[in-house]
């Protein structure tokens, strides 16, 4: 039955539920009175102390994911793009993958790291080899890491990614530093959590794959991740364990986007009920092709339409969920999803061990093509071109706002007077050590603009300060 306050996965993501929803969904999908009404409630509303939102149910939103009237498609894509920009502003923040190793003991259908596959070299970066490839990172000017690896306790174990997580850290190369590294590592314990916590982890991600039970067994045929509840329930251990700040995706295109959605969705309302706190992060990856893998034979591929309208839903119905796209899509699409919603975005990525220290890609580890292959500089320029500010900011996690702290500061609309001075701050430290003239010239006109809407004067002009304090050489100012 479904309860989103129950610890079960059967409960939270209730299957009857779901269907339920998407029932409820189809038979109101030309409902044009409900769905307007629908879409007013989600408008931010400009109050004294900020603007405020009150989000959508799963029922609602699957609503207007249902509905297929072009106004109103229209009508969504603004009220997004309003949310956005009242929340987020126009900045963009910006990470990196780092694959620590392949070696993977599941049979992920999707994934090329599953076991079975025994042409794909599986490759474990030692210590050193973390250093070379966090300095190759710094050296580009990335700030904030995802690192990812496979499941295998045997050459993979907590101790391995705890040490790998101190190297990054221990990393000062120049101006360079990692400043928050989030983790993409499999479901695991309590008290493996607990450890992560206190090796200073920014956000745990671990995508869903599928909400749908059948499909998810199927689709993880053996291993440790065959087990749907251990997987569904991990972001519950995680936050038992002392993160704050998780990261819920689903990987589309392996069964159908609409029961998907509204489970996603059940989930994040889940942790809201049980912990006080949504999701910190909801990534939107699709299958892409990848060493023997080919995403054809998934028969749920979505178009490029449709999957922003995906966003967008995402976007209003958890309006202080940080959204998140990676280099799995074209430019044009992460153009077309940073107006719906998109809040952080990785650039210049290799999905493949060992693939920052190399000139060409790796193609024998990788874990998926890679369809955006900008370096970090054309990305930061790009964003610049179409109106965004690249941020490198990590300052929430380490002045403490995360988990329901940092909700308070979004929800309170105090973003503004922090989040962007620090992306201001934190791209005059991009320009002023790593990028090229032309996008060095682009960003001082851009940080020239931006620090007019700085709402709060001395917040202004202390950001002003800092600014010239960068250029005499001092680093990491942040409020
Ligand atoms: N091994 C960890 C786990 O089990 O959750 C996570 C790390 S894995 C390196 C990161 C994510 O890549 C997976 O959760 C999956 O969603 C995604 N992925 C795997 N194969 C993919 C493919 N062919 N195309 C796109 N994304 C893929």
């Not at 904030?144 to 993979?156: Q, S, T």
Request: include cysteine; hydrophobic fraction near 35%.
């Amino acid at each position: 039955m479904y309860d989103p306050k129950s610890m079960h996965a059967d409960d939270f993501i209730d299957d009857n539920e779901v269907r339920e929803t998407l029932l409820y969904a189809e038979e109101n999908k030309n409902n044009l009175e409900l769905i307007n009404s629908i879409l007013e409630k989600a408008r931010p509303q400009k109050t004294s102390d900020g603007w405020h939102c009150s989000g959508l149910t799963h029922r609602e939103a699957s609503i207007l994911l249902a509905c297929d009237d072009p106004e109103i498609t229209e009508k969504l894509y603004k009220v997004a793009e309003e949310i956005k920009l009242a929340f987020y502003g126009n900045r963009i923040v910006i990470f990196a993958p780092l694959y620590l190793s392949n070696y993977c003991i599941n049979g992920c259908l999707y994934c090329p790291y599953h076991a079975e596959n025994k042409h794909i070299a599986r490759k474990k970066l030692t210590q050193e080899e973390i250093k070379a490839e966090v300095i190759a990172l710094q050296d580009m000017g990335h700030k904030r890491l995802a690192i990812e690896a496979g499941e295998d306790p045997d050459n993979n174990p907590i101790e391995y990614i705890l040490d790998s997580i101190k190297t990054i850290y221990g990393v000062h190369h120049k101006n360079g530093d990692i400043r928050r590294v989030n983790v993409n590592i499999a479901a695991t314990t309590v008290e493996n959590y607990k450890k992560l916590a206190d090796a200073g982890i920014g956000t745990y991600i671990l995508f869903q794959e599928t909400y749908n039970k059948k499909g998810y067994e199927e689709l993880h045929p053996y291993g440790p991740k065959h087990d749907y509840a251990y997987h569904t329930e991990a972001m519950d251990r995680a936050m038992e364990g002392g993160i704050d700040d998780v990261g819920l995706g689903v990987l589309f295109g392996l069964e159908g986007y609409k029961y998907e959605f509204a489970a996603l969705l059940m989930h994040a309302e889940h942790l809201e009920a049980v912990h006080g706190v949504g999701p910190h992060t909801i990534s939107v990856p699709r299958v892409k092709h990848a060493d023997d893998i080919d995403p054809d034979v998934f028969d749920n591929s979505i178009s490029d339409e449709t999957f922003t309208k995906i966003a967008a839903c995402i976007r209003i119905a958890v309006p202080y969920t940080g959204m998140i796209i990676s280099t799995r899509e074209n430019e044009q699409v992460r153009a077309r999803m940073l107006q719906v919603g998109i809040s952080q975005i990785s650039g210049a990525s290799r999905t493949s061990v060992g693939g920052y220290t190399t000139e060409e890609r790796l193609h024998e580890t990788e874990q998926f093509d890679v369809s955006d292959q900008r370096t970090l500089d054309e990305v930061v320029r790009w964003l610049m071109e179409s109106g965004h500010i690249p941020s490198f900011c990590t300052a929430c996690y380490r002045a403490g706002r995360t988990g329901d702290r940092f909700m308070e500061l979004c929800k309170a609309g105090q973003i503004q007077n922090c989040c962007h001075p620090n992306a201001l701050l934190t791209l005059k430290e991009y320009l002023t050590d790593y990028a090229s003239e032309e996008t060095k010239k682009a960003g001082e006109a851009m940080i020239e603009k931006e620090l007019m809407n700085i709402p709060k004067e001395n917040v202004r002009e202390a950001c002003k300060k800092y600014l010239d304090r960068i250029i005499d050489g001092e680093r990491d100012f942040r409020f």
